[in-house]
């Protein structure tokens, strides 16, 4: 597949952005190609700007889950537009979309509309933080919370549980109050507990964690971590900007019949605008600013086009419950397929997978944690992901991220991904360990 016009805007783009994109991943960095710059999105394509096409398996990173260029979320947007396209003010469609949020994900009994999902994660830490009085938080070795400081803290080395920045810029003072478990090891989170005992304000989970590569909760480990949370009085935070309404209309929360103090949601909220949300019980959100003394704000927050194009979003969802069992046979069909050319392979990698979230990890241990999923060869995933692009099929750049399945992938396009799979892991054989 020629490039050419992809690598001369990529060199244009380094002159005026840092590493050509607007999000690094996008660089394809751990990949070893030029990113393809897109033109256009049609249902589960992509075409990019030397005219090549593609099955999307990343759906702008999970908001797609309906396909890309949804004629009824374009005509909500355009609508909406020909109105104005902000106001700063409160409107009838803000209050719309809340309601049906706390319709669809019942333990959100009130929210607050912000712009990304850092915004709203950054944003439930600080509730937490102001409703318990307490510094300290818990998170995953691995998991993703977006980039605010208070996340981009690495684990401590050995057995310190103190984090440590885990970006330049980011204060050593602000990493002590950020405390590192490991996924699906509830001992690790009660060994943090007790070494910090009643300073901890709040627990932040990816509950299907997306950001290692999918990978799922063991049973009974989201179940210990509310039962801990309850007890310690600890506000227990479900990250579900990635898995919310995405596996199932009502997330992880209903998928495993788990109820957290406050969730966090982006992407597919926004139907591909950018919108995020933190909420929960109402003894919380009632301390949020103007009720409240907790601050936080935002100058595009509820913006109509982007209500427009998450209400109609969440609409679909909430009303063709259909959609989730459609995305669940096709994502069912790439993993049994993938897992027979394994089998015609003889290659044991691992692959993860809850509803239309899904990981092909190049490694034979079972993939539960951090340190497991680290134990892929990434060296391997290059060249498998650059055979895949060249065979038509658009994986997520990294190892550690989740491929995302929509109800706009058809059994061809399947088929053809499960082809692709093959004759892309034929050709890498010979690079194997
Ligand atoms: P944003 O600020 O990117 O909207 O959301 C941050 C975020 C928070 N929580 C979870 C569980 C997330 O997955 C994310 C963002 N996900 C990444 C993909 N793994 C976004 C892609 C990117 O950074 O460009």
């Known amino acids: 597949m020629k490039s050419t016009k992809s690598n001369n805007l990529f060199i244009k783009a380094k002159k005026v952005i840092p590493g050509g994109v607007n999000s690094p991943v996008r660089a394809f960095k751990s990949v070893g190609t030029t990113p393809r710059f897109i033109e256009r999105a049609k249902a589960a394509y992509l075409w990019d700007v030397d005219g090549n096409k593609y099955i999307d398996y990343i759906g702008s990173w ?23 396209t902000s106001f700063g003010a409160p409107t009838e469609l803000e209050v719309k979309i809340a309601e049906l949020i706390t319709k669809m994900v019942p333990s959100i009994e009130m ?16 509730l937490a933080r102001a409703f318990t009085g307490r510094d300290k938080i818990i998170k995953f070795d691995g998991c993703y919370h977006g980039h605010a400081d208070s996340f981009l803290i690495k684990a401590g080395s050995g057995a310190a549980t103190f984090g440590t920045p885990d970006s330049p810029g980011v204060t050593k003072s602000t990493a002590a109050d ?3 478990a490991t996924f699906n090891n509830i001992e690790s989170v009660k060994k943090i507990i007790a070494d910090h005992k009643s300073e901890i304000a709040a627990i932040i989970v990816e509950p299907i964690v997306g950001n290692m590569g999918c990978i799922p909760p063991k049973p009974g480990f989201l179940e210990a971590l509310r039962a801990i949370c309850t007890k310690q009085k600890i506000v227990l935070i479900f ?16 998928l495993y019949g788990i109820k957290p103090d ?7 909220i926004g139907g591909g605008l ?7 019980k109402r003894e919380m959100m009632e301390m949020v600013a103007p009720n409240g003394p907790m601050y936080q704000a935002g100058t595009l927050s509820g913006n109509p086009l982007a209500m427009a194009a998450g209400f109609e979003m969440l609409s679909i969802l909430s009303k063709n419950k259909s959609i989730y069992k459609k995305i669940e046979r096709a994502s069912n069909q790439i993993e049994e397929g993938f897992k027979d050319n394994l089998r015609k392979l003889n290659l044991d990698f691992v692959v993860n997978r809850v509803g239309s979230m899904f990981t092909l990890f190049f490694t034979d241990k079972k993939v539960i944690d951090a340190d497991s999923a680290r134990s892929s060869d990434t060296k391997l995933f290059g060249p498998y ?10 994986l997520p750049p990294s190892q550690f991220e989740a491929v995302f399945v929509s109800s706009a992938h058809t059994d061809e396009m399947i088929d053809k991904t499960v082809g692709a799979n093959f004759k892309s892991l034929k050709a890498v054989l010979h690079l194997m360990k």
């Open 62 to 84: 999970g908001p797609m889950i309906l396909g890309h260029s949804h004629p009824s979320i374009l005509k909500a947007i355009s609508e909406k537009a020909k109105l104005g």
């Open 111 to 126: 929210l607050r509309m912000v712009n990304s999902g850092t915004e709203a994660t950054m944003s439930a830490i600080r």
């Open 178 to 180: 950020t405390l590192n």
């Open 239 to 254: 990250d579900e900007v990635m898995t919310g309404f995405r596996v199932s209309a009502g997330g992880a929360q209903e």
């Open 262 to 268: 406050l969730t966090t949601l982006g992407k597919i």
């Open 274 to 280: 950018p919108v995020g949300a933190y909420g929960g």
């Open 385 to 394: 992901f650059r055979e895949m692009l060249d065979n038509g099929i658009y």
